[in-house]
């Protein structure tokens, strides 16, 4: 008898145990370690030079050299790249948006994070948002885990995390730019 409830309660254990792993995100390492440099990133060029850094990684692309304009655009864009320039134009709006809906630095940057990364991915001549999108999130997945706030918006859209952007819209293109000085200073040469 007693073994018998041995036997129930190992079955029991196994299956229980095998039911939660499921539905836990394991984290490696290195998982964990990029996940705090997003946490912390302090500006937009610390944010831009870990996407470069994380793209080169995974799929062996680089360049250099491109500048950062942020612009109130409609809220159902994030950024735009112009193709056959050196720019990425980001929605003031939604960063604003997002800054004031996350209440931490950790949501804020790995939004920041994801957008520029999938940006970064256009400036490398692939021009099919669908390949881009799903690039974005193999990269997310790859280097921060399934559960990051990153991978999450390669996913899906950034209001998988923030519902409330649903609610915000804006559908004028502002008429106002601000570039980012400091942006991508690495790829800049010492001749200026």
């Known amino acids: 008898m007693a073994l018998k409830k041995i036997a129930k309660s190992a079955v029991a254990y196994r299956l229980l145990y095998t039911v939660v792993m499921r539905n ?3 984290v490696t390492e290195r998982q964990a370690e990029f996940r705090a440099k997003v946490a912390g990133i302090k500006d937009f060029d610390e944010a831009f030079g870990m996407v470069k850094s994380a793209v080169f990684e995974k799929f062996k692309m680089h360049r250099a050299g491109l500048s950062l304009i942020l612009q109130v655009m409609p809220t159902n ?3 735009y790249h112009i193709l056959g320039s050196n720019v990425i134009v980001m929605n003031s709006y939604v ?3 997002i ?3 996350s209440g931490c630095d950790k949501e804020y940057n790995a939004y920041l994070f994801m957008v520029l990364a999938h940006e970064y991915l256009h ?3 692939l021009v099919d948002e669908n390949t881009v999108r799903q690039m974005t999130y193999e990269m997310c997945k790859e280097i921060l885990g399934e559960d990051h706030g990153s991978t999450k918006m ?3 859209d950034p209001s998988s995390l923030f519902p409330q952007l649903r609610s ?3 559908t004028q293109f502002g ?3 601000h570039v980012i000085k400091d942006f991508d200073k690495a790829g800049q040469s010492y001749i200026q």
């Open 24 to 26: 836990i995100a394991v």
């Open 77 to 79: 864009l994030g950024a």
């Open 95 to 97: 960063l604003a948006a």
């Open 99 to 101: 800054r004031q809906l």
């Open 123 to 125: 400036s490398l001549g």
């Open 154 to 156: 390669a996913k899906e």
């Open 168 to 170: 915000m819209v804006q």
């Open 175 to 177: 008429r106002e730019f």
